[in-house]
C-alpha cells in the first residue's frame, strides 16, 4: 500500500520560500508510469492544483503559480519537493502531495497535508 | 474562480438520492478528458470517490456513480446515508492552461 507524507515548516514568513518534501514509501517512487503532485487547499476554500512532476523529472506546473513554483524528485531517498517562492499571505494553506494512478489524471493516493502558515 | 463550476451545496434527507453537477467548458470536458470525483470529510484529506467519468474504485459503495455528457459531468450518490456529509470536487485536465489539472470549487452535501 503506497503511502505519502509531507513534511516541512509549518511558518514561513512573507516574502521567503516555502520548501515542502513528500516521502513516499510502500513502493518506489521511481516505478511505473506515475506523475506525482502538490496540491494546496486554504482554509475553508477549495483545492488547487500546484503542480507535478513524473518519474523522467519532467514537470508542470499551474499557469498561475509557475512563476514561483519549482517541483523536483529524488529517487534516491523516494521524496518529491516543492519550492513556492516570494509567498504571501494568500499561500496559507493546507498543502497536499498525492500520487495520480495509472488509469488516468486522478489521484489515487493522498499524503494527510501539512499546513503551512505565512506570517511575520 | 473555478475552470469547472460546481454548486456550493446540495441536501437531502437519509434515503434520498441527490446529484451533484460538474460544467466545464470545450477545453476540458468537452475535449473529452476523463472527470474524477473526491469526497473530503471534515479535517481530512480528499478520497478518490469515481475515477475515468463513471469508475469505483475498490471499496467505494455502489450508491455512488458518475456520468459525463457534452461538457458537464455528474455525480450522484442514492440511499444518502448521514456518514456521506462531506465536501465533494470534480476534477479534469484542461488543455488550455498548459496542460493544467483543474478542480471544480466543490459542493458542500448536507445529510439533512
Known amino acids: 500500500q503506497v503511502q505519502l507524507q509531507e513534511s516541512g515548516p509549518g511558518l514561513v514568513k512573507p516574502s521567503q520560500t516555502l520548501s515542502l518534501t513528500c516521502t513516499v514509501s510502500?513502493?518506489?517512487?521511481?516505478?511505473?508510469?506515475?506523475?506525482w503532485s502538490w496540491i494546496r487547499q486554504p482554509a475553508g476554500k477549495g483545492l488547487e492544483w500546484i503542480g507535478r512532476?513524473?518519474?523522467?523529472?519532467?514537470?508542470n506546473y499551474n499557469p498561475s503559480l509557475k512563476s514561483r513554483v519549482t517541483i523536483s524528485v529524488d529517487t534516491s531517498k523516494n521524496q518529491f519537493s516543492l519550492k513556492l517562492s516570494s509567498v504571501t499571505a494568500a499561500d496559507t494553506a493546507v498543502y497536499y502531495c498525492?500520487?495520480?494512478?495509472?488509469?488516468?489524471?486522478?489521484?489515487?493516493?493522498w499524503g494527510q497535508g501539512t499546513l503551512v502558515t505565512v506570517s511575520s | 474562480q473555478s475552470v469547472l463550476t460546481q454548486p456550493p451545496s446540495v441536501s437531502g434527507a437519509p434515503g434520498q438520492r441527490v446529484t451533484i453537477s460538474c460544467t466545464g467548458s470545450?477545453?476540458?470536458?468537452?475535449?473529452?478528458?476523463?472527470v474524477h470525483w473526491y469526497q473530503q470529510l471534515p479535517g481530512t484529506a480528499p478520497k478518490l470517490l469515481i475515477y475515468?467519468?463513471?469508475n469505483r474504485p475498490s471499496g467505494v459503495p455502489d450508491r455512488f456513480s458518475g456520468s459525463k455528457s457534452g461538457t458537464s459531468a455528474s455525480l450522484a450518490i442514492t440511499g444518502l446515508q448521514a456518514e456521506d456529509e462531506a465536501d465533494y470536487y470534480c476534477?479534469?485536465?484542461?488543455?488550455?492552461?498548459?496542460?493544467?489539472?483543474?478542480f471544480g470549487g466543490g459542493t458542500k452535501l448536507t445529510v439533512l
Open positions: 498525492a500520487r495520480e494512478g495509472s488509469s488516468g489524471t486522478n489521484f489515487d493516493y
Open positions: 510502500g513502493g518506489s517512487i521511481s516505478s511505473g508510469s506515475y506523475y
Open positions: 512532476i513524473y518519474t523522467s523529472g519532467s514537470t
Open positions: 470545450s477545453s476540458n470536458i468537452g475535449a473529452g478528458y476523463d
Open positions: 475515468g467519468n463513471s
Open positions: 476534477q479534469s485536465y484542461d488543455s488550455s492552461l498548459s496542460g493544467s489539472l483543474v
